[in-house]
């Protein structure tokens, strides 16, 4: 297989991956048992995990919709002092993070980021395919985040990359591995349009089969009770993102407008434009393209454009288009624009955020822009082949 990445580009990013790795080091040597100067536990969001676990385990899995239930669960593993954001997962979730509170909390969460770490490197090598781009994903500082946060990312990038990649050549394990993406509900919206878009019925049944028998056996497991007490804990998550969500963690439309005191109405009005027209810019992009690395573009960056709940760790998404936008320019040449898009995306998530700290003085995550600019990348690659 040929080498993609130049031996001066693949130099600079094992350098960075160095550096990102030292980072990590010394992020987790700032801690003293559990906790770290701030009073902020050890995988920060990754201790909501092991207490819906711990409830769930000794009986009472609907209390982890509650918070002061799932408060005093996480002051088991410490004294947690850091803002308390609840438990909104659905019950599939719930089901999946069900066994770590088995183990220890340090072991918990050591074993959940090896887990994701693993699904991340080998669903991504199936799509770098050894031609030396899999630095990039591994030196990506999103991987890192997700790490030192303890959250999901990890694993919703590898059963989306997984599904991807087996669409046409695996359908029914493609369509299998989208199901068990109702993990993260609002990041699987998009993935039913794309199989009845290009109607691939046996994906979309392989993926009706595993969604409901993922939420089948969570019921099984936790009890019937379980989906009315998450319905209702929508509401607190709806408060949460009007009141007490942080907003420099969040790449979306809505968050911008909130950062620059704009209303509500102003807010959710935006944001529902912008993902109105990212679905109809996908639609015309798989219409003028069936070149799979152009709509994958596409389907990313409109899945992480559409929900006003999404976190910075979820920008992991963004790998795939780098990669596939890399490839592409590599094979057919490169758009105006399009080396310095990369380079945007790929650093976003700690080089351009602290850039942009050091010039206004805030933390400003313009996530939102940068996946409308790569969802606007495929649309022009999609009009240019055609």
Request: hydrophobic share 55%; net charge positive; with cysteine.
């Amino acid at each position: 297989m040929q080498q993609l990445a130049s031996p001066r580009l693949q130099m600079t990013l094992w350098a960075l991956l160095g550096l990102h790795i030292a980072l990590l080091y010394f992020t987790l040597d700032s801690f003293t048992g559990l906790l770290n100067e701030q009073g902020h536990p050890l995988g920060a969001d990754f201790i909501t995990y092991w207490a819906a676990s711990h409830l769930a385990q000794i009986g009472s899995p609907t209390d982890a919709y509650h918070a002061a239930s799932l408060l005093a669960a996480e002051k088991l593993v410490a004294p947690v002092n850091m803002p308390h954001t609840g438990w909104y997962y659905p019950p599939q979730f719930l089901l999946l993070v069900y066994p770590l509170a088995y183990m220890s909390y340090a072991l918990a969460y050591a074993a959940f980021s090896l887990l994701g770490l693993c699904l991340y490197l080998g669903a991504l090598a199936k799509h770098t395919r050894g031609n030396g781009l899999l630095i990039l994903a591994a030196a990506f500082p999103a991987l890192f985040l997700n790490i030192t946060s303890g959250q999901n990312g990890l694993i919703t990038v590898s059963l989306a990359a997984l599904s991807l990649y087996y669409l046409e050549k695996k359908p029914v394990l493609a369509g299998t591995l989208m199901g068990l993406l109702c993990i993260k509900p609002q990041l699987l919206l998009l993935f039913p349009l794309m199989m009845l878009w290009t109607q691939n019925w046996r994906a979309l049944k392989a993926f009706i089969i595993s969604s409901t028998s993922f939420a089948g056996l969570a019921t099984w497991v936790l009890g019937t009770d379980i989906w009315p007490t998450f319905l209702s804990g929508l509401n607190m998550a709806k408060t949460y993102l009007e009141t007490d969500i942080p907003l420099e963690r969040m790449p979306t439309v809505f968050a911008l407008v909130r950062q620059i005191d704009g209303s509500l109405a102003w807010a959710y009005g935006l944001h529902a434009l912008v993902a109105a027209l990212a679905i109809v810019t996908l639609l015309a992009t798989w219409r003028l393209s069936q070149q799979a690395s152009i709509r994958g573009i596409a389907l990313v960056a409109a899945t992480l454009l559409i929900s006003p709940y999404l976190f910075d760790y979820d920008l992991v998404w963004q790998i795939l288009p780098i990669l596939w936008l890399y490839q592409l320019g590599h094979k057919s040449g490169w758009l105006a624009g399009e080396r310095a898009l990369l380079v945007i995306t790929w650093s976003l998530l700690l080089y351009v955020k602290l850039g942009l700290y050091l010039v206004t003085g805030q933390v400003v995550l313009v996530g939102a822009v940068v996946n409308l600019a790569l969802l606007w990348t495929a649309y022009r690659r999609a009009r240019h082949a055609f």
